[in-house]
Structures are given as C-alpha cells and as structure tokens.
C-alpha cells in the first residue's frame, strides 16, 4: 500500500475520532500528518520527464561470452530527490559478477538523486546461452523526498543481443553434387577447361597458352606437326541445402540431456565451410515448425544462417513428427542436401526417397548411444541395452548407406573439425557430378 493512501487513512480516521468523541486530542495527533502530506504534495515533482538510452558492447557474442551493456538516464523535467532506476534481463541472460570500480558497475538497479538536465549511467555485464534476446525498457520510479508520492515511468531503452553457436572452422569439406552451377568455385564439375587438376588431354588450338603444351604426348603422335595441350577439370559452385533436425523425439533425452546444441554446432561448421567454397547455402530448420533461410552467398548469407541458428529450437510437432514431410521443392533438383540428425528408425523411407529424387544426400549424425551411455550408470543391464541398440543403429545405417547416401556417424566427444578432416575430406568414390 503507497504511504500516501495509509497516512489519509490514518489521517481521516483521527479526524472522523475527534469529532465524533469531541475530543480536540485527535484532531491535535491528525495535524502533524496533515502538514506531512500537505508538503509532500507540494514538493512533488509536477512533470517527470525522463529519457534513456542503451548501448551495448556488442550486438554478436558467443556463448558464455560478457558484454557490458550501458545505459544512460537523463532528466529533461523538474530535479528529482529520489529516483529508482531498475533494468530488467531477459528470460535465460545472467548477470556476472562486477569487476568494476564504483558503484555505477556491476548492477542493474539504482537509487540516485536526478537534478534537472542532468544525467546517470551505469553499466553491468551479461552473458547467456545461444539465442536472441531483446531489451526493451528501464523502469523509473520516482518518489518525493517524503516519499509521500511515488510514480512510475517505463523509458524505452530498446537493443538486441544476438548470442551465434560458436563456428568451428573446417579447412575443407568436400562433396560432390550431381549437377553444379556455372559459377567458379571448388567443386570438380567434371567439365574440361581452366582448373588446377589434370582432366585430360586435346589437340592443341589457338589461344591456347604456350604451357599447357603436352610435349611427351606430342612426341608420341605419328604426326610430327600436330600438338596436344593439356585440359583441366573446372571447379564451379553448387546449391547446398543444410537441413537441421530439431525434432524432440531425436534430439532429447532422459535427465535433460539434449544433442540438439551438437547438431546446431554442426550446421555452423558446415555452412561457413560450404559458403567459404563459394557455394550457394541455405538452411531448413525442421522442428515444431519450419524455418527456411534463403539460399545465398558469402558473408551476408553466413550472418542470416548464423541469425537462424541463434533462433533455432527442438520442439515436438505431429505434422513434422516423421522427415516424409520435407518441403523438398524449396531445394533445386540434383543438388546437394547435408541432413544434420541424430535420425530415427523412420528416417530411413524418406532419405530413400530423397536420393530417389536425385539429390545427393549426406547425413551427418551425431552419435545419440554414445551420448546417453556417457551419463547412464555402468551396469549390466545398460550394457546389454546398449549392444541392442548399437546393432539396430548400424543396421539403420548399413541400409541408408546402400541407399547411396554418405553417413558420418559423429561421436560428440571427438572434436567435429577432426571428424570432418578425416571423414569428409575427400569425397566418396561412389559421388559423380555432372554438368
């Protein structure tokens, strides 16, 4: 209850006392509070006027990583005695511990006295979990020095803060899609013409440069006159579609235990490499509901993936429940789909189907057995369980892999860079790309 409301009713009730008693007492206790209330009102600031304004040290951090935020409060009106100024986190944002001097740093509320045209600034730092998080307000609240008023002003102080999954960075990642663009870039298109690998030899033409003259195969020919040149396999980008599986059922576990920060390192990783290559990437989160970034190029395609995947979610959902209800349309035909899931036994269908379609398909799984046996208790009952399901997980996978699909099965307690180094640093044998 404000002061103000229980000192009337105070005051009233001592009056309504005196005189129904007739008893001048009462009404001698009611003045001293009379007078109080009369000059709290009249001390009282008639117009608040307060402005913020917020600053962060950075809009893009990664994980764990402080930012101190700043905000700064100017009075425009009347001088204040007493001002509260509280600034309130967003959901999952933790405030660390000050390391500052002062008492202006290391927290978010503050109670100050605010002369007219005058200013305040504190700061504090912050640090969270992936995602974005948006600041909205500083909240005033602004008393008398009798405190017998109090009123309370929301300033807009807007920023956003955009926490990306951490980027690992792959030297190379090598894939070989059916059909590439006619743009350069590093995937072999099996096309003769400018290029660093050997793809074969022609006769010789005008323009042709001096070096690329094959001189042993010249020789050999029964024509002394006739010349053959050397052809080069031409490189060239390709449409690449990273599909992010965030559905509950593949990536959750007992205990709250989730691989779906895994799969999104993953999805990172894979995009900055593949757009670095001068491919053209884009990304489906396929959770509770589809979230579809545009295919694109270079930096400005990698900051809109990275904003995708600071949004992205797990969550249940029974239209997307099972992967036959990939928006296959949204990827061009023949081109190359990198599957990040840990997969289910149902999963097997559709990845058929897709590479029925013609996409050349890579699914990159990270290990969910060896994940939930790295916090289960060493029984025997767990182990037994554990070589059931290990079959069953190498059965799936022997199937998708007959199926023409590449599978890199990831243990999330290795390093990725070095699974990808190893693993996916040439491509399969099987892989052809065609023009």
């Known amino acids: 209850m404000p002061r103000s409301l229980l000192l009337g009713f105070i005051t009233y009730g001592l009056l309504l006392a005196g005189i129904a008693t007739v008893r001048g007492e009462f009404i001698a206790l009611a003045l001293p509070l009379v007078i109080y209330l009369l000059a709290g009102f009249l001390f009282s600031p008639d117009t608040v006027n307060l402005e913020a304004t917020r600053h962060l040290s950075a809009e893009r951090a990664s994980p764990g990583a402080e930012v101190t935020v700043t905000v700064t409060v100017v009075n425009r009106g009347d001088s204040l005695d007493e001002v509260l100024i509280e600034d309130f986190l967003p959901a999952d944002l933790t405030l660390r511990p000050s390391t500052g001097s002062g008492q202006r740093f290391g927290h978010t509320g503050h109670l100050i006295r605010l002369r007219k045209d005058s200013s305040f600034t504190f700061s504090y730092r912050v640090a969270g979990p ?20 109090s009123r309370t002003v929301e300033l807009e102080a807007k920023g956003q803060l955009f926490i990306f999954p951490p980027v690992t960075r792959l030297r190379h990642v090598a894939i070989r899609p059916r059909r590439t663009r006619v743009y350069a870039g590093m995937i072999p298109a099996r096309v003769g013409g400018s290029g660093t690998e050997f793809f074969g030899v022609r006769e010789y033409q005008p323009g042709d440069s001096p070096r690329a003259i094959n001189w042993r195969a010249s020789a050999h020919h029964a024509d002394a006159d006739m010349l053959y040149a050397n052809e080069f396999q031409q490189e060239r980008a390709a449409d690449v579609g990273v599909i992010l599986d965030g559905r509950l059922r593949t990536n959750e576990f007992s205990r709250g235990h989730s691989l779906f920060e895994y799969s999104v390192q993953a999805a990172a990783a894979l995009s900055d490499a593949l757009l670095a290559q001068g491919n053209r990437v884009g990304l489906l989160v396929y959770a509770a509901f589809l979230r579809w970034t545009i295919p694109g190029y270079g930096k400005f395609q990698r900051e809109k993936i990275l904003f995708s995947l600071a949004h992205a979610r797990p969550g249940g959902s029974n239209v997307f429940a099972d992967l036959e209800h990939l928006p ?108």
């Open 328 to 435: 296959t349309r949204l990827f061009p035909p023949e081109s190359q789909i990198i599957l990040v899931s840990p997969l289910h036994e149902d999963d097997l269908s559709p990845l058929v189907q897709l590479r029925a379609r013609g996409y050349q398909v890579l699914v990159v799984c990270p290990n969910p057995v060896k994940f939930e046996l790295s916090y289960l208790p060493k029984n025997k009952n767990v182990e037994l369980a554990a070589r059931v399901i290990r079959m069953e997980r190498a059965i799936l996978l022997q199937k998708i892999q007959r199926a023409g699909i590449q599978v890199l099965d990831w243990d999330v307690a290795e390093p990725f860079d070095q699974v990808v180094k190893r693993k996916l640093s040439r491509p399969p044998g099987f892989l052809r790309s065609t023009h």
């Open 130 to 149: 992936r995602g974005g998080y948006g600041f909205e307000s500083v909240r005033a609240q602004v008393n008398d020095f009798l405190r017998t008023t």
